[in-house]
C-alpha cells in the first residue's frame, strides 16, 4: 500500500522562548522554510506564554501552534492549569498528551492520559501522544507497549487515530545526544502501528502519523526518516533554533516526498 500520510515536523520548545524570541523564532523559520511549509505538517508548541502571539502571527500560515500539556478536567475550579477549549479558543490546533518530563512531575497514568486525548478531541484539538519505554520498565519494548497501548487508545475511533499523531520517544533519549539506531526507532514505530491496529482497528493504524522524538538534529535527520513506518521529527533543542529545524523540515521533505 502507498503512504499517503502527510510528514509531520514539531518543535516542542518546553519552558525556553520569551515572546520576543518567539515572534523573531517565526520570522526567520517563515523565511528559511519557505514553500515547504506545504509539503510538511509543522507544528510549534512554545511555552503557554507565547501560545497566543504565535497563533496571530502564523495564524494564516500553514505553520500551526500546539500546547505543551493541559488540563482534562472540566469546570473553572482549577488554578494554574489551562483546558483544551482554552487553548483552542487561543488558536492552537495541537496539544501534546503524555510526555515523559510531564508524567515524571505529574504521575499520570495511562487511564488520565486517555481522558486527555478524548478530551482534547472534544475541544477540537488534535492530541500528539507521546510514547515509548519508561527507564524502569524492565520488559521490552514491544511488552511495554503491549501493556500501555489498550488503555491509552480507549474508545478511539478511527478519525481520532487520524486526527491525532503519535511520538515515539524511549524515555532515555530525553536530554541525549544521540538518538538509537534507526533500526531501533523503526522497531519502535513499527510496533506502535501494531497496536494502533490492535486496539482502534487497520484502518486507524494506517492513517495515523507516528514521527520519532528524542536527540533529533539536522545531522542524523536524514538517517531516522529512511523507514516508511516513521513520518516525520520531532525536535527539542534543534527545534528553537529557526536554520536548524528549517533543516530537518527540508530533511522530512526531501526523504518523505522527494521536494526541497
Not at 1 to 25: C, D, G, Q, Y
Not at 52 to 70: E, S
Not at 77 to 104: D, F, N, Y
Not at 224 to 234: K, T, Y
Request: net charge negative; with cysteine.
Amino acid at each position: 500500500m502507498v503512504n499517503l500520510r502527510k510528514p509531520m515536523a514539531l518543535a516542542n520548545w518546553k519552558m525556553a522562548m520569551t515572546v520576543t524570541e518567539s515572534i523573531s523564532f517565526a520570522e526567520a523559520f517563515r523565511t528559511a522554510v519557505g514553500d515547504l511549509v506545504h509539503a510538511v505538517d509543522i507544528v510549534l508548541c512554545p511555552p503557554y506564554t507565547a501560545l497566543y502571539p504565535l497563533c496571530q502571527v502564523l495564524g494564516k500560515t500553514p505553520i500551526a501552534i500546539g500546547a505543551q500539556d493541559f488540563c482534562a478536567e472540566s469546570g473553572k475550579s482549577h488554578t494554574g492549569q489551562i483546558s483544551a477549549p482554552l487553548l483552542a479558543e487561543a488558536g492552537c490546533k495541537w496539544v501534546m498528551v503524555g510526555h515523559w518530563e510531564v508524567r515524571r512531575r505529574t504521575g499520570e497514568d495511562d487511564r488520565t492520559l486517555n481522558r486527555k486525548v478524548h478530551a482534547a478531541l472534544q475541544a477540537g484539538l488534535s492530541p500528539i501522544l507521546l510514547l515509548g519505554e519508561a527507564v524502569s520498565e524492565k520488559c521490552g519494548l514491544e511488552e511495554a507497549l503491549a501493556a500501555r497501548m489498550p488503555g491509552l487508545l480507549a474508545q478511539c475511533e478511527v478519525q481520532d487515530m487520524v486526527e491525532a499523531a503519535m511520538i515515539y520517544e524511549p524515555e532515555w533519549t530525553i536530554g541525549g545526544m544521540e538518538p538509537p539506531p534507526p533500526d531501533y526507532i523503526t522497531e519502535g514505530c513499527g510496533l506502535i502501528r501494531h497496536w494502533t491496529a490492535r486496539a482502534c482497528g487497520k484502518e486507524a493504524a494506517e492513517g495515523v502519523r507516528i514521527i520519532y522524538g528524542g536527540s533529533v538534529a539536522p545531522e542524523n535527520a536524514e538517517r531516522l526518516l529512511a523507514s516508511s513506518e516513521v513520518d516525520g521529527l520531532g525536535a527539542g533543542r534543534k527545534g528553537r533554533d529557526p536554520a536548524a529545524f528549517a533543516q530537518i523540515v527540508k530533511l522530512i521533505a526531501r526523504v518523505k516526498r522527494g521536494v526541497g
